[in-house]
């Protein structure tokens, strides 16, 4: 056996080894078309032929929100990991430990507070990835403390809303966090402060019966899911077919449950314009143009 023989097998089978990576591609939901991940992600993750609406993370979308892409991480009070001691198929502390290995973030929710196209502003992201953006204990804490740091700035309060709705491993005191923060929307709006919602998809459950729904404005992603329960349950309790995009943000918008529906691409400049409205500061002047100097 010669050298060629031995040698030529292994260097084919090196060159024909492709490690590709999983996340390289992203598959439309509505039309199935394969898209570059690194296309979708500069797009805001809007499919570009589609116009679908991926989810988006809570850092990405301080990033697009806050002007140079710069705020200060708002602090969340500790709250007790695993309170109840629950356990289904798996401890809930195990959980909790796989969702901030997963997403980095200590809880579903994530503070800011920053200036958006000079006004300044307290931001709040629900994560989805975060066990669904549910709601517990410390989700609460966060809403409750984006909401007293408004009232303390004196400045508008938005919050990015995405959730299955109260968390189950946490029982009496979820559903706690529901009255507790819609008591922190009535403080904001005594001190006559801007309270924004944009509900994403999905918004369900515990969170729109309370502080989702209490904006001062509503807006909607295009296609988000928004309801408290989901179509199919409610179908099944009622025995009735539902009507075509039933619960979906523009229905919502036709029936008064939402004000706007917004595209992302265009969703900070119309928080900037609520802003200024709401808040009487006048949108900052363009720089003046200077005639070049005679030689």
């Not at 809007?46 to 979308?61: D, Q, W």
């Not at 579903?108 to 502003?121: I, T």
């Not at 994560?127 to 669904?132: I, K, L, N, Y």
Request: charged share 25%; net charge positive.
């Amino acid at each position: 056996m010669n050298w060629i023989s031995n040698v030529g097998p292994k260097i084919r089978s090196f060159l024909g080894r492709r490690e590709v990576p999983e996340n390289l591609w992203i598959k439309c939901p509505e039309t199935g078309q394969l898209v570059f991940h690194k296309d979708v992600e500069a797009n805001q993750w809007v499919i570009p032929g589609s116009n679908y609406h991926m989810r988006m993370g809570a850092s990405a979308r301080m990033k697009s929100t806050f002007d140079n892409e710069t705020w200060l991480d708002i602090a969340v009070p500790g709250v007790a990991a695993d309170p109840l001691k629950f356990r289904d198929e798996k401890k809930y502390a195990d959980r909790i430990r796989d969702a901030r290995a997963k997403t980095g973030a200590q809880d579903a929710v994530k503070l800011g507070y920053g200036k958006l196209e000079g006004v300044p502003v307290v931001v709040a992201v629900q994560d989805f990835d975060f066990m669904g953006g549910s709601l517990g204990m410390a989700a609460g804490e966060a809403v409750i403390k984006g909401l007293e740091t408004a009232v303390e700035k004196k400045s508008p309060f938005i919050l990015f809303v995405a959730s299955g709705g109260a968390r189950m491993q946490e029982g009496i005191l979820s559903l706690m966090q529901m009255p507790r923060t819609t008591v922190a929307v009535q403080r904001l709006r005594m001190a006559k402060k801007p309270y924004i919602v944009v509900l994403t998809n999905p918004t369900t459950g515990g969170v729109t019966a309370s502080y989702a729904m209490l904006g001062d404005v509503q807006i909607a992603e295009p296609g988000a899911l928004i309801g408290f329960a989901g179509p199919r349950v409610i179908e099944q309790t009622i025995r009735e077919k539902l009507p075509a995009g039933f619960q979906r943000a523009e229905y919502l918008r036709d029936h008064g449950m939402v004000d706007i529906v917004v595209h992302r691409h265009e969703m900070r400049k119309t928080l900037a314009r609520l802003c200024r409205l709401m808040t009487k500061v006048p949108a900052a002047e363009p720089p003046a143009l200077v005639a070049p100097a005679r030689a």
